[in-house]
Structures are given as structure tokens and as C-alpha cells.
């Protein structure tokens, strides 16, 4: 499931499209908008206006009509609602682009026990990780929380297209990790990306022994998994 089509959710769906993903859920309640298209590569001018999810969906069926898209036109802030959506699915890919929704997604994650994959992008600097399910440690172990100010948005900053896709792409690569059970996820550790010098940072994401999360005081809720049959086997 992916919550968020911008940017990062059209690189993240085009990656795991072409890499074989049968079954791909799109969460997202926003239009269309020209001055996104720079960085958000599913979409045409023709597209301004239309719902996200309807026209990423359209895009994904040409890249590979066996692919089973399931086009959601809401935003999904609040962590039981996103625990009930992605009861269905494997994994949880948040390209969100609002704190309320990442740290939602994040304390779904730990208190339902399903994988997520955060990304996200602002200017010149990227950053991603991977939650267990479970967490330990989790995002809240690191930041705590959305901020108690206002940071600089997308929307205020900018953000440069590239450095979306790279970030975007290595989400997916994370998801594919967990679909397939191989290689090293970035769990315990936070990625961070600067564009301009080209410097890859992995900062540690140490449990913290007071986090309101992963500290125990909120009791993990057991789910039952979803059946893993979204990928295909490729040559």
C-alpha cells in the first residue's frame, strides 16, 4: 500500500511496477497540479485537475496491465485508519507529504506489526528507513514527534526533482527487501541523502527508553498476514 502519489509515490510505483508487483494499493486525495510535474513522473499536462490515484493508476496499467491497482481517493491521517486499510497488504510505503500522516503511519506500523518504508524529501536533502513490524526502534525514537514549529514544506523550499527519484527508488528497493525476505532493510537506521554533495549518511535509530510507542506502553495489536502473492517471479 502507498500512501501518497506525489512525487515520491510515482517513482516508488513505476520501480516496483516494472520490477513485478502484482497487486499495488494508491492512497491519495489530491489533484493533479502543473506545478508538480517536474518531479512527479506518472503524470502528463494533460492529467491537471484530475484525481491522482485515477490517472497514476491508468499510467501503472500501461507499464503492466497484469498488475492489480486499487485506487483509494482519501487522505489517511489517523493510525487506526491506516491499520484498517493495510490490513490488506504486505507492506505500508509512506510517501506522504504532511508529519501527521508519518508519524500516524509510523504508530500504525508498531502497534499493528507490518513493515513500513518511510521516505521523504525537501530542497536538497532526502532520508528514508525501514520500520519493522513491531518497531524497535521507530521513527518517534529518533524525532519524537511532528515538530512543535513549523519547518520549511516542498511547497516553500522546493524540492529537486532527481533527488525525489533517487529517494523514490530506493524506497522501493526497501519494499522489495521485505516482499521478498532478502537482503539488509534499513531498519535501525536512517538514510540520509544531500544532492549537492552527493553524501550518503547512515545515522543509527537507537530505541529510545522513553519513546510513547515502542516503550511498551502501547499494547502491539497481533494481525493476521496478508497472503505475500504480489510479486511475480521475472527473469
Given at each position: ?13 513505476l ?27 506518472l ?8 484525481d ?100 520549511a ?28 525476505g ?13 544532492a ?40
Amino acid at each position: 500500500m502507498l500512501l501518497g502519489v506525489g512525487g515520491l509515490g510515482c517513482a516508488v510505483a513505476l520501480a516496483l511496477v516494472t520490477a513485478g508487483v502484482r497487486r499495488l494499493g494508491l492512497v491519495d486525495d489530491d489533484q493533479v497540479a502543473l506545478s508538480n510535474l517536474h518531479r512527479q513522473i506518472l503524470f502528463r499536462t494533460t492529467d491537471t485537475g484530475r484525481d491522482k490515484v485515477a490517472q497514476a493508476s491508468l499510467r501503472i496499467r500501461e507499464a503492466d496491465p497484469t498488475c492489480q491497482v486499487e485506487p483509494m481517493v482519501r487522505r489517511l491521517a489517523e493510525c487506526d485508519e491506516i491499520a484498517a486499510v493495510a490490513a490488506d497488504y504486505a507492506v505500508v510505503i509512506d510517501g506522504s507529504d504532511n508529519f501527521a500522516t508519518r508519524f500516524a503511519a509510523n504508530d500504525a506500523a508498531v502497534r499493528y506489526r507490518f513493515p513500513l518504508v518511510h521516505g521523504a524529501a525537501t530542497g536538497s536533502r532526502g532520508q528514508l528507513c525501514s520500520i519493522a513490524p513491531g518497531g524497535k526502534p521507530c521513527l518517534r525514537c529518533l524525532f519524537g514527534g511532528p515538530p512543535a514549529q513549523a519547518v520549511a514544506t516542498c511547497r516553500q523550499e522546493g524540492v529537486f526533482g532527481p533527488l525525489v527519484g533517487e529517494v523514490g527508488w530506493l524506497m522501493a528497493m526497501e519494499a522489495i527487501k521485505w516482499l521478498h525476505g532478502i537482503g539488509q532493510p534499513l531498519i535501525g537506521q536512517l538514510l540520509t541523502i544531500d544532492a549537492w554533495s552527493a553524501r550518503r549518511r547512515l545515522v543509527p535509530l537507537i530505541i529510545h527508553p522513553h519513546c510513547t510507542i515502542c516503550s511498551g506502553q502501547t499494547p502491539a495489536i497481533e494481525r493476521e498476514k496478508p497472503i505475500n502473492d504480489c510479486l511475480r517471479v521475472s527473469s
